[in-house]
């Protein structure tokens, strides 16, 4: 049996899931009023504000998965939605039948916790390639690694998998802090999100070292035939010793993250150590490389005053921040809505693992309101028409609708 997915902080045995009213520190001056039914407007608005948006969950089916750590659909027209197991299977559902698409237990890690199969992601032109990504941990656990599949007549090619890319974990002891989601975008550049290799306040200072993999987001060019290429337009490609790969530094565990395909604009749910869960923005226009901070910030509170934040890299404070005073323990990034529900359209979608609520922000004027939902949600993801859909760790799949 797989581990219940704990909050990626090594203090933290034992979840509950408790109903949760986040206190939300924003970067900018506006000051929010979350509840489960308000939502408060920023200072600096005019005029009526807008109601806040209705939503809830819908359950899909009574489908039951063991560990479901991903779902999302495919760039293909279908409406077939895809699952991931932490133990290695993906799964296929249509309507409320599902199919197994893959089994690929033997190349994970076994046991659960923050290790095993931990997301997928479909190349833009899957349609016509059928090329999908995979990230896990290595069977002994000391590695995080992409490969990708080719997919013929709905099935996936055997011997069709092509390892991308390598990330070593270090310290190699520990099992936490592995990341990561990955992402394709249309021009074929593929990220990653990788953690700072686990243990309590990274003991390597992996975050804020440029010469390693750990704690940063990636960007590569996967190859056809494996491997990958960095693009040259990646912020530190020239910079001497530092590995090119290296799209943005300074984060602990950025679990979850997404691109919103409306502005380019990055959004990473760092999961945090002790007091507070933060969201990152990057947008499109923004300074490249930014330094999320960790290990000398957590959120936007000291954290280790010895670290000294990389020489060169460009600071960016946190866009949201909420602390674990009032119940939060592990922050799941979610997306920018862009699906039917036309009040919540453009507003981003996270929760926590140990409440049962998702909160809905809004750029624009850094309105938030929270919702009742479902514990332990560990992933948001779209579907063929921006629909988005929850997976809980407890089993469930639930779609986001109108209330």
Known sequence: MLARWPCACQHHGMLRR?????????????????????????????????????????????????????VGGAPDGTNTLYVVEQGGVIWKVNGTTRTRFVDLHRLVTAGGGEQGLLSMAFATDFRTSGRFFVYFSTPAGTAGQVRSYLVRGGRVVSGSGKVIITVPLAPPTETNHNGGNLWVQANGTLFLSVGDGGGGGDPSGNSQRLDRL??????????AGGGYVVPRSNPYYRRAGARKEVWALGLRNPWRFSIDGATGNMWIGDVGQGEFEEIDLIKASSVAGPNFGWRRMEGNTVYAAGTRLTPGTPYVKPRIVYSHANGGCSVTGGVVYRGPIESLRGWYLYADFCDNEITAYQASSSRSVARVATGGIVHFGAGARGEVYVVSNAGGIYRITAS
């Open 18 to 70: 408790r109903t949760l009213s986040f206190l939300i520190i924003l970067t900018t001056a506006a000051a929010l009023a979350i509840g489960s039914g308000q939502a408060g407007a920023s200072g600096g608005s005019r005029g009526a504000t807008p109601p806040a948006p209705n939503f809830g969950l819908t359950r899909v089916g009574n489908l039951q998965f063991t560990a479901p750590v991903w």
């Open 214 to 223: 750990m704690g940063k987001i990636l960007r590569i060019v996967p190859k």
